[in-house]
């Protein structure tokens, strides 16, 4: 009996908070949930975001659009209002160690670069570009309408914010497969090493230098410590953690020439913290964090001048919403290395992502930065 009215309380209180959100159990809107185990309340209650991408995984909830689902969840900051004691060690360990240094950074490259080139392949752009599109039109290029096209504007863009001339040699910290030194090599004539700490990732960009002046080197940052015209990262900051910050800008600070421009891609939280979601590191991106504005100003302060910040959160919804109907139509062909909780698992990271996004509760900054500021001013690209 008791059971019994703990298992309706757990439910009446689920019930309340979805009500905020504007979300029905078993409802006709494509974003209303549909509830396969009436044991979901008392798990979601006593775990937390973790135990509900977990019995996502295991298949005992359902929603039409997910994205739909977790834009109203963010939106009505429901997920904060859920924040069990079974969490308070992982918060704890996030507050008091360095959970992105020594061998801990590497961590990222093997749960989540290294599970297989194939699924990448068939999810991403043709050049396999793992950040953000741009979407928009600028100065002469129009509106991309496909992925490809979103993800060549955006590498364009970065060519041309940071001024890539013929003869430059550019490093590119967390290079992914190698899309934006493949793209500035090809394009304007300069020399490229990329670095990452994903081993497929680097064997894939060895594998298709195709006599192109670009080096793909299995390194972790903080080791570097050569001279470099420009320096790019694109999508790596969100890999380095809030004890690192500063750390990092003090490498790329060392390795930019005098009159170099340093750019940074990443995506940007609305809220300064110190750790991800509880279920995003423990299945997607383990010790990765998003950086708030505050936190990269302190970062960057008397090391450089800030020259321009631009953000385009929403564009990262498309790219991502892209990614989940590639993965989803090519799913018949790359299902033999993976099972069925995975594919649930990747469809609610994917889908999840988005609508943080589209309740623009993160960002995506291009932030450009140089040593000593630009002589007679930066001209901003859009």
Same mark, same amino acid.
């Given at each position: 009996?008791?059971?019994?009215?703990?298992?309706?309380?757990?439910? %009446? %209180?689920?019930?309340?908070?979805?009500?905020?959100?504007?979300?029905?159990?078993?409802?006709?809107?494509?974003?209303?949930?549909?509830?396969?185990?009436?044991?979901?309340?008392?798990?979601?209650?006593?775990?937390?975001?973790?135990?509900?991408?977990?019995?996502?995984?295991?298949?005992?909830?359902?929603?039409?659009?997910?994205?739909?689902?977790?834009?109203?969840?963010?939106?009505?900051?429901?997920?904060?209002?859920? $924040?069990?004691?079974?969490?308070?060690? &992982?918060?704890?360990?996030?507050?008091?160690?360095?959970?992105?240094?020594?061998?801990?950074?590497? !961590?990222? +490259?093997?749960?989540?670069?290294?599970?297989?080139?194939?699924?990448?392949?068939?999810?991403?752009?043709? $050049?396999?570009?793992?950040?953000?599109?741009?979407?928009?039109?600028?100065?002469?290029?129009?509106?991309?309408?496909?992925?490809?096209?979103?993800?060549?504007?955006?590498?364009?863009?970065?060519?041309?914010?940071?001024?890539?001339?013929?003869?430059?040699?550019?490093?590119?910290?967390?290079? +992914?497969?190698?899309?934006?030194?493949?793209?500035?090599?090809?394009?304007?004539?300069?020399?490229?090493?990329? @670095?990452?700490?994903?081993?497929?990732?680097?064997?894939?960009?060895?594998?298709?230098?195709? +006599?192109?002046?670009?080096?793909? $080197?299995?390194?972790?940052?903080?080791?570097?410590?050569?001279?470099?015209?420009?320096?790019?990262?694109?999508?790596?900051?969100?890999?380095?953690?809030? %004890?690192?910050?500063? !750390? &990092?800008?003090?490498?790329?600070?060392?390795?930019? !020439?005098?009159?170099?421009?340093?750019?940074?891609?990443?995506?940007?939280?609305?809220?300064?913290?110190?750790?991800?979601?509880?279920?995003?590191?423990?299945? @997607?991106?383990?010790?990765?964090?998003?950086?708030?504005?505050?936190? @990269?100003? %302190?970062?960057?302060?008397?090391?450089?001048?800030?020259?321009?910040?631009?953000?385009?959160?929403?564009?990262?919804?498309?790219?991502?919403?892209?990614?989940?109907?590639?993965?989803?139509?090519?799913?018949?062909?790359?299902?033999?290395?993976?099972?069925?909780?995975?594919?649930?698992?990747?469809?609610?990271?994917?889908?999840?992502?988005?609508?943080?996004?589209?309740? $623009?509760?993160?960002?995506?900054?291009? @932030?450009?930065?140089?040593?000593?500021?630009?002589?007679?001013?930066?001209?901003?690209?859009?």
């Amino acid at each position: 009996m008791q059971n019994s009215i703990m298992c309706l309380d757990f439910k %009446k %209180k689920v019930l309340s908070l979805l009500d905020e959100a504007g979300i029905k159990i078993d409802g006709s809107e494509p974003w209303d949930i549909q509830v396969h185990n009436d044991r979901l309340y008392e798990r979601t209650l006593l775990g937390g975001t973790i135990s509900v991408g977990e019995a996502y995984m295991d298949g005992w909830w359902d929603v039409e659009r997910l994205e739909l689902f977790f834009e109203k969840i963010f939106t009505a900051h429901i997920d904060e209002k859920i $924040r069990p004691v079974t969490l308070l060690p &992982y918060y704890l360990k996030s507050l008091l160690m360095n959970t992105q240094n020594g061998n801990r950074s590497y !961590k990222v +490259g093997q749960t989540h670069y290294d599970i297989g080139n194939d699924l990448y392949t068939h999810m991403l752009d043709k $050049r396999m570009t793992y950040t953000c599109g741009y979407w928009e039109s600028f100065q002469e290029l129009p509106e991309a309408k496909t992925l490809d096209e979103a993800q060549e504007h955006k590498l364009e863009m970065i060519c041309r914010k940071i001024g890539l001339k013929k003869g430059d040699r550019v490093l590119d910290i967390g290079c +992914g497969w190698g899309s934006f030194i493949r793209y500035a090599a090809e394009k304007y004539n300069v020399n490229c090493v990329g @670095i990452s700490i994903s081993k497929e990732q680097v064997k894939h960009g060895n594998e298709n230098r195709n +006599g192109l002046p670009i080096e793909y $080197r299995f390194l972790d940052y903080k080791s570097l410590d050569e001279p470099f015209d420009h320096i790019v990262s694109i999508g790596m900051f969100e890999h380095v953690g809030v %004890k690192n910050y500063r !750390k &990092y800008m003090e490498v790329v600070h060392r390795c930019l !020439k005098k009159d170099g421009l340093f750019l940074l891609h990443t995506i940007g939280s609305s809220v300064s913290r110190n750790s991800a979601d509880p279920w995003i590191d423990k299945y @997607i991106f383990p010790n990765s964090m998003t950086p708030s504005a505050v936190q @990269i100003s %302190k970062a960057v302060e008397k090391l450089f001048v800030i020259e321009d910040w631009h953000s385009f959160g929403y564009q990262y919804y498309r790219t991502l919403m892209a990614w989940y109907e590639n993965f989803v139509h090519s799913w018949p062909i790359i299902n033999k290395y993976y099972d069925k909780r995975f594919y649930r698992m990747w469809v609610l990271y994917l889908l999840s992502s988005a609508a943080t996004f589209s309740a $623009r509760i993160n960002q995506v900054w291009q @932030i450009v930065l140089s040593k000593e500021g630009v002589k007679k001013g930066y001209k901003s690209l859009r």
